[in-house]
């Protein structure tokens, strides 16, 4: 590997931002129904918030949650700024496509998902190379 290179190379992720148009409604999917924990919940706003995202006073609630294994996502709702919805949930579009999640028991997660009106976009079925069971849910404001 060349030198310069080991300097520019990521050794994590943080975690994985999505904004949202109700935030109550998706802390539920994520803590209820996924077991995701509550580990920050803030209203945000500021020069510093201003400058980091280049937009002009700006309130935004977020709240970070954690998994079992420390994997962070984080919740955003602007409060000073409406939502635009660009993404229209197709797994071909460009940008966020899909968060995959290891669960310990996929069958009993799809289930609850389902007996709370998020449905399945396919059949449970194993990877290609065997190793793992997957299957796509339309989430929390059609997330995959």
């Not at 635009?84 to 899909?98: A, E, V």
């Not at 399945?120 to 190379?129: D, G, M, W």
Request: hydrophobic share 40%; glycine share 8%; with cysteine.
């Amino acid at each position: 590997m060349n030198q310069s290179m080991k300097f520019l190379m990521i050794n994590g992720v943080r975690h994985i931002g999505i904004v949202v148009n109700n935030i109550e409604n998706a802390i539920k999917f994520w803590v209820n129904l996924l077991g995701f924990k509550v580990l920050i919940d803030q209203i945000e706003e500021g020069e510093f918030v201003d400058k980091l995202l280049g937009l002009n006073s700006v309130s935004v609630r977020t709240v970070k949650l954690a998994a079992q294994d420390g994997s962070l996502v984080e919740l955003l709702h602007f409060i000073s700024h409406k939502s635009l919805p660009t993404w229209d949930g197709n797994p071909y579009k460009t940008g966020l496509t899909h968060i995959a999640l290891n669960v310990q028991n996929i069958n009993e997660t799809v289930l609850r998902l389902e007996q709370n009106s998020y449905h399945k976009v396919n059949e449970i079925q194993k990877s290609l190379n065997g190793n793992v069971l997957v299957c796509y849910i339309r989430g929390y404001e059609g997330i995959l």
